[in-house]
T-cell receptor
Framework: GQNIDQPTEMTATEGAIVQINCTYQ??????LFWYQQHAGEAPTFLSY??LDGLEEKGRFSSFLSRSKGYSYLLLKELQMKDSASYLC??????????WGAGTKLIIKP | DAEITQSPRHKITETGRQVTLACHQT?????MFWYRQDLGHGLRLIHY???????NKGEVSDGYSVSRSNTEDLPLTLESAASSQTSVYFC????????????FGPGTRLTVL
């Protein structure tokens, strides 16, 4: 079957760095997406990785290892507004997105 | 600015009633999707469309239907609402290439009593 695993909840301190991990098992693989979702709002796109390695976008970076079925989202210089759920989604061989349940990130002052 | 809108934003209905949720996008995207989001689950695909007159079933399509008569709209119909269909529903759209990001509407919170 197809499966995406990510931690349910994480807590971090304002100004710190946090890494949110995601492992995936899909029928074929055509890329890995990260989305951010604030409570009561729609998901918004953060990143897309299809090749191995690290992609950096300001305070956010996303890493992919295709051989390990593994990705992580790295958030630096955490701000209170980063409190949200972070959704990992893999694009399978049919180009359908398989979504994880999301990681709720709590930022403490 | 291009956008994707959903209506209504909140809906309360009774078991057995037919309900239609509207989705309208001005991105001129070919691809449109309907998801439901429940606590403890990821987004689950209900139906999707890759263009006018094209519709496809997703992972959880039982009890739902869609039609695509133009590029902008993909209404979702619950034929006979059930309490198990109480959820938050998101519509999304993307450009034709499969790796393109999906843009999401604000969601509709549906309660079936």
């Amino acid at each position: 079957g197809q499966n995406i695993d990510q931690p349910t909840e994480m807590t971090a301190t304002e100004g710190a760095i946090v890494q949110i991990n995601c492992t995936y098992q899909t029928s074929g693989f055509n890329g890995l997406f990260w989305y951010q979702q604030h409570a009561g709002e729609a998901p918004t796109f953060l990143s897309y990785n299809v090749l191995d390695g690290l992609e950096e976008k300001g305070r956010f970076s996303s890493f992919l290892s295709r051989s390990k079925g593994y990705s992580y989202l790295l958030l630096k210089e955490l701000q209170m507004k980063d409190s949200a759920s972070y959704l990992c989604a893999a694009l399978d061989s049919n180009y359908q997105l398989i979504w994880g349940a999301g990681t709720k990130l709590i930022i403490k002052p | 600015d291009a956008e994707i809108t959903q209506s209504p934003r909140h809906k309360i209905t009774e078991t057995g009633r037919q309900v239609t949720l509207a989705c309208h996008q001005t991105w001129n995207h070919n691809n449109m999707f309907w998801y439901r989001q429940d606590l403890g689950h990821g987004l689950r695909l209900i139906h999707y469309s890759y263009g006018v007159q094209d519709t496809n079933k997703g992972e959880v399509s039982d009890g739902y239907s869609v039609s695509r008569s133009n590029t902008e709209d993909l209404p979702l119909t619950l034929e006979s609402a059930a309490s198990s269909q109480t959820s938050v529903y998101f519509c999304a759209s993307s450009a034709s290439e499969s790796y393109n990001e999906q843009f999401f509407g604000p969601g509709t919170r549906l309660t079936v009593l």
